[in-house]
């Protein structure tokens, strides 16, 4: 979850709250404007997605010097050649009652619209106010763009974390213990081929790289935790929607490895389930999933890697429940929350992504687990 005081989550939990979106914007480490105001926001996290969040946010802004924030050159502070916004919201009560949670640090990526009000002011023209549309994308976007001059292998004795530092230029957070970088481990120079080496360190880690609130870059585990958040309903709920579903996508019980050794011979691997409902031989038939990894470079290797994601598939049914709620900035994704049904007990699940804006609601999609019977 992001950082929050008790006093907040007694908050939230009510629903009867404010909120404002707190901009700043940067250049490198100094900040060229703060408290810029917003006139419409909409942010989203998507733990799948190569770059995990960003979203659009309008700047607009009224001068009493006749200055602007349309960006017409690359050095401007809205432009897009570097500069970044940190963006906050602030929880507040009509008792007087004020918390800032950190959302994210963010690249201006593009200035998709912008537009001035001009007045005359004896025969010159002069700004009244601004009005700047921005897109936002997290850090990942610049380990994305880099890449490799040629292949290349990691420093000798190399672990995970201290791979991830250096190859990304940010600053890392340790979300899990470290470890070596597996051995034949190959960078190759392809577009993209940073952020590519970046996921399979992370992969390694047991995880996926993401960019924390303040902006750090951290790995965010596969494994599930436990319930930090619950979501319930009544005349002091939070939850406005919420949809349960079926269905047998992710249920595997074939997994393929195609795998290469340090010299680059094919190594195969398959796993299967045999008994059961979901055994091959059953009416539910094959259901095949395929796997690759550049750390993998042994047979023993292989023959653990797709048996251990047969038996992740097998614990299980995954499937996606998307739910509509009152704004709760400290839940974030990764988190593993509750939400109360009317019918039956309440669903537990990991959140893969989720969105707010201006609306002051928020949407969430669940990553649930069904019990195969």
């Known amino acids: 979850m992001r950082a929050g005081s008790d006093a907040l989550k007694g908050v939230l939990k009510g629903g009867g709250f404010g909120t404002r979106l707190v901009v700043d914007s940067f250049y490198g480490a100094t900040r060229t404007a703060a408290g810029l105001e917003d006139d419409g926001w909409d942010l989203k996290w998507d733990s799948e997605a190569k770059i995990k969040s960003g979203g659009t946010v309008t700047i607009v802004d009224s001068s009493d010097d006749g200055s602007t924030l349309v960006p017409r050159s690359f050095t401007d502070k809205l432009a897009v050649a570097g500069q970044e916004v940190n963006v906050a919201l602030e929880v507040f009560t009509d008792g007087g009652f004020s918390e800032r949670v950190q959302l994210g640090h963010y690249r201006v990526t593009a200035v998709p619209s912008s537009s001035e009000s001009v007045v005359d002011v004896l025969g010159a023209p002069v700004v009244l106010s601004s009005r700047v549309s921005l897109t936002l994308e997290d850090r990942l976007i610049g380990v994305e763009r880099k890449g490799f001059r040629s292949e290349q292998?990691?420093?000798?004795?190399?672990?995970?974390?201290?791979?991830?530092?250096?190859?990304?230029?940010?600053?890392?957070?340790?979300?899990?213990?470290d470890k070596p970088v597996p051995s034949g481990t190959v960078y190759q120079a392809q577009q993209g081929g940073v952020l590519k080496a970046c996921e399979e360190i992370a992969d390694?880690?047991?995880?996926?790289p993401y960019i924390t609130p303040d902006g750090a870059l951290s790995v965010l585990p596969d494994a599930r935790g436990t319930v930090v958040a619950e979501l319930v309903l009544g005349d002091e709920g939070t939850i406005l929607d919420l949809t349960d579903t079926m269905e047998s996508e992710g249920i595997y019980n074939v997994v393929v490895g195609n795998?290469?050794?340090?010299?680059?011979?094919?190594?195969?691997?398959?796993?299967q389930v045999t008994t059961g409902p979901f055994a091959v031989s059953s009416p539910y038939g094959e259901y095949t999933r395929y796997y690759a990894s550049d750390f993998v470079k042994t047979k023993a290797a292989a023959d653990s890697a797709v048996k251990a994601i047969l038996s992740q598939a097998q614990k299980g049914q995954s499937y996606r429940v998307p739910v509509q709620c009152i704004v709760n900035p400290l839940i974030e994704d990764g988190d593993m929350v509750s939400v109360e049904r009317r019918i039956g007990d309440p669903l537990i699940g990991r959140v893969v992504s989720h969105s707010l804006g201006s609306s002051n609601l928020m949407n969430l999609e669940l990553d649930v687990v069904r019990e195969l019977v």
């Not at 390694?204 to 996926?208: F, T």
């Not at 795998?259 to 796993?271: H, K, L, Q, S, T």
């Open 153 to 177: 292998n990691p420093p000798s004795g190399a672990t995970c974390w201290g791979e991830l530092q250096r190859l990304s230029g940010l600053q890392v957070v340790r979300s899990v213990a």
């Open 204 to 208: 390694a880690l047991g995880g996926v």
């Open 259 to 271: 795998f290469e050794d340090a010299d680059r011979n094919p190594i195969y691997a398959v796993a």
